[in-house]
């Protein structure tokens, strides 16, 4: 069974501390992995997909990477505004283009 | 630019009451179009999606149901709310081949 997991379920930064999030998963197929960033009481707001194994993305101090087995988004000296779920997920079949989310890794980030 | 609407943005029903939330996409044509609901702290479950007009693949079995009238509008329905039908439903889109779903902003659905 196609499968994905967040680590951690929160995390705890001071500003400027840098830290990575996990998203582990299992697929038969991968087609593509999604980082999506939720605010509360929002939709998902897109960030990045990677679609092959050493694949690196950058947007502002986030950066995504990508294994055989995980991903990480990593978070260098991050800012109060960067306080959000992040949401991993995985897509396994381009014709339906269907999304397996992870549950997420909730960040605060304190001033 | 490509846009998603989704109303109301917060909706109290009571227990037995019908449902219906719609979504509809701006500046495109023809895409895929997904409803999922997000219990509060977890990741998001796909209910319902659709490649084209009138075709409906359900993920999961439910009090509900959806329905693609239009190119470019997606309805979720219940005909008799169940308090577990309480949750934020979501509506996403995506237009060709592999690109990223995008979301709209949500209903929070709340069941009396």
């Known amino acids: 069974e196609d499968q994905v997991t967040q680590s951690p379920e929160a995390l705890r930064l001071q500003e400027g501390e840098s830290s990575s999030l996990n998203c582990s998963y299992t697929v038969s197929g991968l087609r593509g992995l999604f980082w999506y960033r939720q605010d509360p009481g929002k939709g998902p707001e897109f960030l990045f997909t990677?679609?092959?194994a050493g694949e690196e993305k950058e947007k502002e101090r986030l950066k995504a990477t990508l294994t055989k087995k995980e991903s990480f988004l990593h978070i260098t000296a991050p800012k109060p505004e960067d306080s959000a779920t992040y949401l991993c997920a995985v897509r396994t079949s381009s014709n339906t283009g269907k999304l397996i989310f992870g549950q997420g890794t909730t960040l605060q980030v304190k001033p | 630019s490509q846009t998603i609407h989704q109303w109301p943005a917060t909706l109290v029903q009571p227990v037995g009451s019908p449902l219906s939330l719609e979504c509809t996409v701006e500046g495109t044509s023809n895409p895929n179009l997904y409803w999922y609901r997000q219990a509060a702290g977890r990741g998001l479950q796909l209910l319902f999606y659709s490649v084209g007009i009138g075709q409906i693949s359900s993920e999961v079995p439910q009090n509900l149901s959806a329905s693609r009238p239009q190119d470019r509008q997606f309805i979720l329905s219940s005909k008799k709310l169940l308090l577990s039908d309480s949750g934020f439903y979501l509506c996403?889109?995506?237009?060709?081949?592999?690109?990223?779903?995008?979301f709209g902003d949500g209903t929070r659905l709340s069941i009396l």
């Open positions: 990677l679609y092959s």
């Open positions: 996403a889109w995506k237009g060709e081949s592999n690109q990223p779903q995008h």
